[in-house]
């Protein structure tokens, strides 16, 4: 559904990325990881379309979905009205969306069962509960790819669990690509099938998420020792990671 | 079932019921301002006067009675309406683009632009006509301006296009102060100076139609881009993400605006605070959605600068300027609603 190859983008004479190349298969999520200033963000913004990279190609299988860092807005709209500008691309220039584009914004938010907030104003909501409505209204468009700046990275635990695990259960109902950043290796192992590691302007890592999220190669992405920590209880098992702090 | 249960849903959010008791504020306002003045015409006779341009009738009323309702306040009226409607509508739209509830119709330089315009045209002629015109002209050349300075490698930023609107309103206001400095300060310097303040005074039904057709073109405009305001005030890049052409869209409301601010100044003046209050007031009493905040603002911006105007002409022996007791009322108003409703209807940044 996105196949990357060969990107590479500069500011100026300053390179932030140069020769990247991963792809995402429908059904499929990637996390990008990678400290800051490494370019994350404007990887998604060159993939998304709104910088134009220097080289390189993407090809896009399907209506694509952004969902930008900073979810807040000018105006507290209600949460239904948010989604529907999901719609603006099918809705038209002099035209307002109609029966048809509610439909698409009211399933959306059904989706990721948030009916209940549909007429309340965006203000009034949490901040996981935030990212969930700008995930519904990238969803209104029915997109089949959804790509993600740190969906989760701002919000406390009980929020990061609940977007990511919608984002997965969303992924998987819909069979959507999923692309996202993180700068939390354990987000990456929750839901990631597969991870890219920015290092380097110049060297970048792709591969499964079991392969990728190791040790080693999170000591080298980071710069400081980090512990991976297997658990497992009530049932539920996987890996986290620890930073180990000087 | 459902189905229909969400499109009446749909439907009541736009609020049919407001709608009407403004829309009907707004009649019952322009009716009673028809019988308000220094020459008294009572209500019964002003009913008569308008029936009997559309039905024969024998007059109750006097002649004199009839032309004053006719001939001097019913184009009054409607220009006042017209023009409130038009600011209020512009302002609304402007709040919505530049995200920000704090701007109004002079900050993309477009009054400044209409004021040199039409001071220009006082200095160098008696032309009503041509005041109009270069009124009208330079609001439309400041927007280009504006459009020439912002734009870099293709697109503008907000920041950009405010700093433009800035810098070519300041420039223009140099500019009025020249025609000022050189005005005949017996004869032209006073005309120029109570024209800037704002003025109905001079309504004709020449002017009536003339202004009237760019409001209406551009507030139809905006109104029919009510939606693509919303998606607008997300900002640019999540905008553009969502599939809108943001620097088309934007430049097309903004046209769009330009022209309705140029032809109210052109005709009645420079008229401050109503594209800036009355938006911000609607978004107090109804949220934040421009579908609704555009048209429910031109019904307020009609009533309000209706009632002002009764105001100007009736308050005192002299006309007083509207522009100065839109900006006596405006400014506390604005500082009040500000007050209240901070971070209601808008949070910020």
């Known amino acids: 559904m996105i196949e990357v190859d060969g990107l590479s983008f500069r500011y100026g004479d300053e390179w932030i990325f140069r020769n990247v190349c991963f792809s995402v298969e429908a059904g499929q999520t990637t996390a990008i990881l990678g400290p800051n200033g490494r370019g994350k963000t404007t990887l998604l913004k060159a993939i998304v379309g709104l910088i134009k990279a220097e080289t390189g190609t993407v090809q896009l299988n399907g209506r694509i979905g952004y969902v930008a860092q900073r979810a807040e807005i000018a105006f507290a709209y209600d949460v239904i009205d948010i989604v529907v500008m999901g719609r603006a691309a099918q809705v038209g220039l002099f035209r307002t969306p109609g029966k048809t584009d509610y439909e698409h914004a009211r399933q959306a938010l059904a989706q990721l069962n948030l009916e209940q907030y549909a007429d309340r104003p965006f203000d009034r909501l949490s901040g996981g509960e935030r990212q969930l409505v700008m995930i519904a209204r990238a969803l209104a468009s029915q997109c089949q790819i959804l790509v993600l700046d740190e969906p989760a990275s701002a919000l406390d635990f009980g929020n990061q669990d609940l977007v990511l695990s919608t984002l997965r259960r969303v992924a998987e109902d819909e069979d959507l690509a999923v692309l996202f950043t993180t700068h939390f290796p354990q987000h990456a192992a929750h839901i990631a099938d597969q991870a890219l590691l920015l290092h380097d302007r110049d060297r970048q890592e792709w591969g499964p998420s079991s392969q990728m999220l190791a040790e080693d190669k999170l000591e080298e992405l980071y710069g400081l020792p980090i512990q991976a920590l297997e658990y497992k209880r009530d049932g539920q098992s996987g890996v986290t990671f620890a930073p180990l702090y000087s | ?176 102060s020249v025609t000022k400095f050189v005005a005949d300060p017996d004869d032209k310097l006073p005309a120029i100076v109570f024209w800037l303040m704002g003025s109905f005074a001079s309504a004709s039904y020449d ?117 100065i007791i839109t900006a006596l009322v405006g400014a506390p108003v604005f500082g009040y609603l500000l007050r209240r409703s901070a971070n209601k209807g808008w949070t910020t940044e």
């Open chain 2, 207 to 323: 002017k009536v139609f003339l202004i009237a057709i760019p409001v209406v073109a551009g507030s139809t405009v905006i109104y029919m881009m009510r939606f693509q305001i919303n998606v607008l005030s997300l900002g640019d890049e999540e905008a553009q993400a969502l599939g809108l052409k943001v620097e088309r869209t934007r430049w097309i409301a903004l046209t769009a605006i330009a022209l309705i601010s140029s032809a109210v100044v052109a005709a009645a003046g420079v008229i401050g605070w109503v594209g800036l209050v009355i938006p911000h007031f609607a978004r107090m009493l109804i949220g934040p959605d421009h579908r609704v905040i555009i048209p429910i603002s031109a019904l307020i911006g009609a009533t309000y600068l209706i009632h002002v105007d009764n105001v100007a002409r009736t308050a005192i022996a002299a006309e007083i300027p509207v522009g």
């Open chain 2, 1 to 176: 079932m459902e189905n229909i249960a969400t499109a009446q849903v749909e439907k009541t959010r736009f609020r049919p019921g407001l709608f009407s008791l403004l829309a009907s504020i707004l009649v019952i306002s322009g009716l009673a301002s028809l019988a308000i003045g220094r020459f008294d015409v009572p209500l019964t006779h002003v009913a008569g006067i308008l029936a009997s341009n559309i039905l024969p009738m024998d007059p109750w009323w006097s002649s004199v009675e009839a032309r004053v309702v006719d001939l001097i306040r019913l184009p009054r009226i409607l220009l006042a309406g017209i023009a409130g409607a038009g600011l209020a509508v512009a302002g609304a739209a402007l709040q919505g683009i530049f995200r920000n509830p704090l701007v109004g119709p002079q900050i993309i330089g477009v009054s400044s632009g209409a004021a040199f315009g039409g001071a220009f045209a006082i200095l160098i002629s008696e032309s009503r006509l041509l005041l109009i015109g270069a009124a009208f002209g330079f609001g439309m050349l400041a927007i280009v301006i504006v459009y020439t300075i912002s734009r870099q490698q293709g697109r503008a930023s907000i920041l950009m296009l405010v700093l433009s609107g800035i810098v070519t309103s300041a420039f223009f206001s140099a500019l009025v």
